[in-house]
Nanobody
Framework: QVQLVESGGGLVQPGGSLRLSCAAS????????MGWYRQGPGKQRDLVAS???????NYADSVKGRFTISRDYAKNTVYLQMNSLKPEDRDVYYC?????????????WGQGTQVTVSS
């Protein structure tokens, strides 16, 4: 099993920055992709950014050039650096890990962390 614990959300003014962290524990060797998703009230959960074990990254068009995803393998932690935040970035952000254990694919989610962008 893989467990994910997020931190770093909060309130920030438009144009400000926040960094989210997601610490993974458990069968971390099985993780192939980690990412961040976000979800607003009554909306579906959408991909923000992802990073593979090999370091390939993928971003939603709405955050390209503003957000950066990175992975610290020594700390088993994924970060999402969010710059130039906009009010529309306000959402609950969820960490995600995907992989295979004993031949069975899995998806794990963190508990979510609220990001609010407001003056």
């Amino acid at each position: 099993q893989v467990q994910l614990v997020e931190s770093g959300g909060g309130l920030v003014q438009p144009g400000g920055s926040l960094r989210l962290s997601c610490a993974a524990s458990g069968s971390i060797f099985s993780i192939s992709v980690m990412g961040w998703y976000r979800q607003g009230p009554g909306k579906q959960r959408d991909l923000v950014a992802s990073i593979t074990t090999g370091g390939s990254t993928n971003y939603a068009d709405s955050v390209k050039g503003r957000f950066t995803i990175s992975r610290d393998y020594a700390k088993n932690t994924v970060y999402l650096q969010m710059n130039s935040l906009k009010p529309e970035d306000r959402d609950v952000y969820y960490c995600n890990a995907q992989g295979v254990i004993h031949g069975s694919p899995y998806i794990r989610w963190g508990q979510g962390t609220q990001v609010t962008v407001s003056s």
